[in-house]
């Protein structure tokens, strides 16, 4: 037989097969007549289900449960298409590196070389002579910051970094006065810490326990699933590959950032931290909580964190920050170190800082986070997060220009063998919060669905096939930060720890390794009915009832200016105009079937104040009869940018309220 028969694919075989049988059952028919109609059905209907099969049908919801619809949304449709402009990457630095590092794996140190061939490029000679030297970046007393600047330790090329020294400004210049620059860096290292050794067990109990997966979360700012799939398209192809489970049900548990990490990161919300452990506006209570990396850390964990923007710090962004350092390697103060002695760039109406020196922020952090993996998880368990704002926050097309970056990121841990070891979090916060892309009609899911993915290594999903199920069938369910959160302390406990205790904020959260309920609700996971989106709401048409749902609203912010002693300072609302009311219908009310009447509701409203035209957006429970309304200030959400708005006060949720009236526009 011709071999290239041999090696046809088996697809061709079955219609080869298929063909000849459907040959076979025309011929069997009398000539002359047509099909019989039952005949002529049945084959028509077995030829539909071939054509649907070979065609599937585009995605409609991301979760379609019992109690939650989520509607998939498409991130090119064409309104928002309309607004969509894709970024350009912009460089750093356009001058090839002077100075590089490797890592001597026999040495166990970090080495420096210094490019000749560059050298002499910048010095346009061969004979000019020129000197290199660095500075160390060491931990302050206080751990939120850094030391003063050691003195200058000049260096040739080959030179051994000292183990001690983890962060270095470097500069190299001309030998002739007056001395010029030709090129300053930084660099950070993960210097290798040995595990202490244990005692050596007697051979009873000489046992080998459970292999323990190390853990890493890399997250980015403000990005939604559905902002994922449309900015960095060839990232969300990358984690589709084998190992990579989206959590398309993953729903926000509260508006901005520290509530959201704090979650995932602690098992609480604020409230519940400051009614049962401390309030985490005071000094010291972070040290206080039971932060998901001290658990780690007493499970033998090696424990690392970072963020690259530091005014907008989980932590730290009024926040009192840590008064201890949390974790075995901790970015922060040479993150300070950088801002403040590199040359700092920003993109033209950004506000963070895009470059310093020349690099990307966020390079120093996944650089770092490439390095801790290297360093320790061919031999040891590890966690660490990774985070950053920079690029993300405040312009939510940014991604695009980053997605090559991102992308060869995930393919550098992956050829570096890391993935090998590590269940990888690939997440975010919440989505896009305000701006154009808020203002659409899927902008209320767009800023409460955001990115969730979580990597399993081959070995891991050999040795636990029921927590692979569980998570390809979670995968379309509802689930909430709170049950990552319980998901982090269940792979600890998988690696022979003691059972720990579960999220005290969502007493009926779980970890994702076992099947979610098929009817859960919003409720059930811990998520307040302003940040759901399992239930539908319509369009209320009657516009005097839709401004009556936003006129209840005013009066009760203004009310919470007072109980927050910040009516001396914060303007007194009133009603511009409303964008639009909802009412919320339940699930087993179709867009076809009349409203329900009801005397009390569910409404979600969007409106503008006359102060400087700010937006917000709140769901309420309102009584049509008495005109009374129920809602919880705090959790209304700001849909414009506020931060011009309320520079008087430092109270990081009033911000989102208050118009300072120092802050007026005419």
Not at 68 to 88: A, G, R
Not at 348 to 358: A, F, H, I, V
Not at 619 to 625: H, P
Request: proline share 6%; aromatic share 12%.
């Amino acid at each position: 037989m011709d071999s290239r028969f041999r090696a046809a694919h088996p697809l061709y075989k079955w219609l080869l097969g298929f063909c000849l049988l459907l040959i076979i059952f025309v011929c069997a028919i009398p000539m002359g007549n047509q099909l019989p109609d039952v005949r002529k059905e049945k084959t028509v209907s077995m030829l539909t289900r071939i054509v649907n099969v070979a065609t599937p049908q585009p995605q409609q919801y991301f979760v379609r449960t019992a109690q939650c619809h989520i509607p998939f949304v498409d991130p090119f449709s064409e309104d928002l298409m309309k607004i969509y402009k894709p970024q350009t990457f912009v460089t750093c630095s356009n001058e090839s590196d002077l100075v590089t590092t490797t890592y001597d794996a026999l040495q166990l140190r970090y080495v420096l070389h210094i490019n000749e061939q560059v050298a002499q490029q910048l010095l346009n000679s061969t004979a000019e002579e020129y000197n290199c030297f660095y500075e160390e970046i060491s931990y302050g007393q206080q751990i939120d910051t850094y030391d003063k600047l050691k003195a200058d330790k000049y260096f040739t090329d080959g030179y051994v970094v000292p183990k001690h020294v983890e962060g270095m400004l470097m500069e190299c210049q001309t030998a002739e006065e007056p001395h010029i620059v030709l090129q300053r860096d930084a660099f950070m290292f993960i210097q290798y810490q040995p595990e202490e050794p244990t005692p050596t067990p007697t051979p009873k109990a000489k046992t080998l326990g459970p292999r323990k997966p190390s853990v890493i979360m890399y997250g980015i700012d403000s990005l939604s699933r559905i902002n994922l799939r449309r900015t960095m398209p060839k990232v969300h192809k990358f984690l589709q590959g084998p190992g990579w489970y989206e959590m398309q049900g993953y729903n926000k548990v509260a508006d901005n950032s520290f509530p959201n990490l704090f979650a995932i990161l602690s098992g609480y919300s604020p409230d519940t931290a400051k009614s049962q452990v401390c309030d985490t506006d005071k000094s010291g209570c972070f040290e206080e909580l039971p932060m998901i990396w001290h658990y780690f850390k007493n499970a033998s964990y090696m424990t690392a964190y970072a963020e690259d923007e530091s005014g907008s710090n989980t932590f730290n962004y009024l926040k009192p920050g840590f008064t201890e350092k949390p974790t075995d390697y901790y970015f922060r103060p040479f993150l300070r170190a950088l801002e403040a002695e590199t040359e700092v760039t920003r993109l033209p109406g950004g506000y963070m800082r895009y470059c310093m020196g020349r690099r990307l922020a966020n390079r120093y952090i996944y650089d770092y986070c490439r390095q801790f993996m290297q360093r320790y998880v061919q031999e040891r368990p590890i966690w660490g997060m990774f985070w950053t704002n920079h690029y993300s926050h405040d312009d939510p097309f940014m991604p695009s220009a980053m997605q090559n970056m991102v992308l060869t990121d995930l393919m550098d841990y992956e050829a570096d063998g890391a993935f090998e070891h590590t269940i990888m979090i690939f997440f975010a916060d919440h989505g896009t919060r305000f701006g154009k892309l808020r203002d659409l009609k899927s902008g209320f899911l767009e800023s409460r669905l955001p990115m969730m993915f979580i990597y399993l290594p081959p070995w891991f999903r050999a040795e636990y096939p029921s927590y692979v199920r569980a998570l390809e069938l979670n995968r379309n369910r509802l689930s909430s930060n709170f049950d990552l959160h319980n998901t982090l302390k269940h792979i600890i406990e998988i690696g022979g720890g003691p059972e720990l205790p579960k999220s005290f904020d969502c007493p009926t959260c779980q970890s994702l390794f076992y099947p979610l309920p098929e009817d859960r609700t919003c409720a059930q996971a811990a998520i307040d009915e302003h940040w759901c989106t399992c239930q539908p709401y319509r369009t209320i048409s009657n516009l005097d009832w839709a401004d009556r749902v936003a006129q209840s609203v005013i009066p009760l912010m203004n009310e919470y200016f007072v109980a927050k002693n910040l009516s001396h300072l914060c303007s007194n609302l009133s009603l511009s105009y409303v964008h639009n009311t909802q009412i919320k219908t339940g699930l087993d009310i179709s867009w076809h079937d009349a409203l329900p009447q009801l005397e009390v509701a569910v409404y979600r409203t969007k409106f503008k104040v006359q102060q400087n035209s700010a937006d917000f957006e709140a769901t309420v429970v309102f009584n049509n009869v008495t005109e009374t309304a129920e809602v919880k200030v705090e959790t209304i959400s700001r849909t414009n940018s506020y931060k011009e708005d309320s520079t008087c006060i430092d109270d990081k949720i009033a911000k989102l309220y208050c118009i300072c009236i120092s802050d007026l526009k005419p």
